[in-house]
Structure formats: C-alpha cells, structure tokens
C-alpha cells in the first residue's frame, strides 16, 4: 500500500492522510483522569483526579484518545480544517476500541442499549467549513461500537472558538441564551436505560460539551458519557511516557 500511495503522489499529486499509513499511539488509561479527561499520570481514584475530585461532574465519564498535540493534533486539524474527512473513520473506530476497553466508569457499554450523539455544529460554520467532522466521528464511533446513532441535539451560531484563549472560551458563548436544544423531531425522546456517548474532536474548557451534556440530560438517559479525540490540556500539560505505563497502539487500515 505505501508503493501505491508513493506513485499516486509522486505522479498525480495525490495522496491519503497520514493516518491510513501509520499506527496512531494513544495515551494509557493511567496518564488521565476516566472522570473528567484531564492528564494525570496515574493521580487518580474512584473520586477523580485533583482537576475534578469534590465537584459534580455532567458526565459519567470522559474517554480520549490523547493530548492535543503531535500526530494527533495534526490528524484532527486536518479533518476539521483542510477537508480531509477520510481521518473520521479511523479515528472513530480508534475511539471505539477505547470505549471497548472498559475504561468507562460503571458498567461496560451494551450496544443494545447505546447511543451516539454527536455535538453538534452551527449550519452557517458547516457550510463554510464543508464537513461535520463531529458528526462523521460520531457515525464512526456507532459503527465500531455496533450501536444506534442520532443526531439530538442543534447549536445556535455562537462565537467562533478558534483563537481564543483558555479564559475567553469559559466566558464566552451565546449570553443568556441557551446554545443547544434538543431537535424538534426528538422532543418526545426519552432516553430512559439508555448510555449517551456525546463525541466532540477536542476538549478545551468543557464549556460546549458541558452545555451539550446538560441538554442531553433532559431526555433522561441512564448516564452520559464524553468522549472525544483529544484533550487540550491547560498549561501545557504532558503525561509522561515513563517506564511501567503502556500506551495502547491502535492499528489503521483505510475502510
């Protein structure tokens, strides 16, 4: 496959995002906190890490494949920024084998009773963008974890996110309106022993997945659980790679 894709460059100009071509190195489950996402390095119990523990959480439980950074960084910029949708369905699948791994507090996922929502986008930022990259992460995730998909929730056009600082984005948004509603069509859902699996690409703030979680909540599912491709951890924060912690190598094959 790499001598295909070697000629198909070299000749065409064409080539397939770097995630068909090599493994991608998740983080291990000790690097982060499975209550809230945050980075850790092994710093957590049942109650949560110093980033979450005594507060109450939206979720019951965040899932993610790493830091924002490196290889994975790149990935996902790719994705939601130059048009390359082809990465959704590995990163998917990749986000789907970590749910697999029981990593999620409480009960392992039952397909039958599971259901992917992906955060959703404003029309206008799709439009301008030409890809819902939460939502083809989302059908992805569903498909790996052989469950349902809906699309739930919609987004007012609140305030671009990318370029703000850490500060701006916790005080920013739609002021004294509600960001997400449930979609009309869905208004009579009831999610009632049923686990939610909210995807977004990246945590920041929490802001937006916390208000998308909140929405959720009112269809009244048995728990929520978030999980996205990547956290931005605050300060520059890296789990260390040190000698005992395993990360977990997810292998790629294009679909």
Request: glycine letters at 14%; proline letters at 6%; one cysteine or more.
């Amino acid at each position: 496959m790499r001598h295909l894709d070697s000629f198909l460059e070299r000749w065409f100009g064409w080539s397939r995002p770097p995630v068909y071509e090599e493994p991608v190195l998740a983080d291990s489950v000790l690097q982060w906190c499975p209550r809230c996402g945050a980075g850790c390095d092994g710093g957590h119990d049942e109650s949560g890490c110093g980033a979450c523990r005594g507060r109450s959480p939206v979720f019951d439980g965040v899932v993610r494949l790493g830091d924002h950074r490196g290889e994975l960084r790149t990935l996902i910029g790719g994705l939601k920024y130059r048009g390359h949708w082809e990465v959704a369905g590995p990163l998917g699948r990749m986000l789907a084998l970590r749910l697999e791994d029981g990593v999620v507090p409480g009960r392992l996922l039952d397909p039958r009773r599971t259901i992917v929502v992906p955060v959703p986008m404003p029309l206008f930022r799709r439009f301008v963008r030409g890809v819902d990259h939460a939502a083809l992460v989302a059908r992805a995730v569903s498909c790996g974890l052989g469950c349902g998909y809906r699309s739930l929730l919609r987004q007012r056009g609140g305030r671009r996110q990318v370029g703000l600082g850490r500060n701006e984005r916790i005080r920013g948004g739609t002021k004294g309106r509600r960001r997400f509603r449930v979609r009309r069509s869905q208004g009579g859902s009831n999610l009632n022993g049923y686990t939610v699996v909210l995807v977004d690409d990246v945590l920041t703030t929490g802001r937006t997945a916390r208000e998308a979680g909140r929405c959720l909540a009112g269809l009244r599912p048995s728990r929520i659980v978030l999980a996205v491709l990547a956290v931005a951890e605050p300060g520059g924060f890296r789990s260390a790679r040190s000698v005992g912690v395993k990360n977990r190598i997810y292998p790629l094959a294009a679909p």
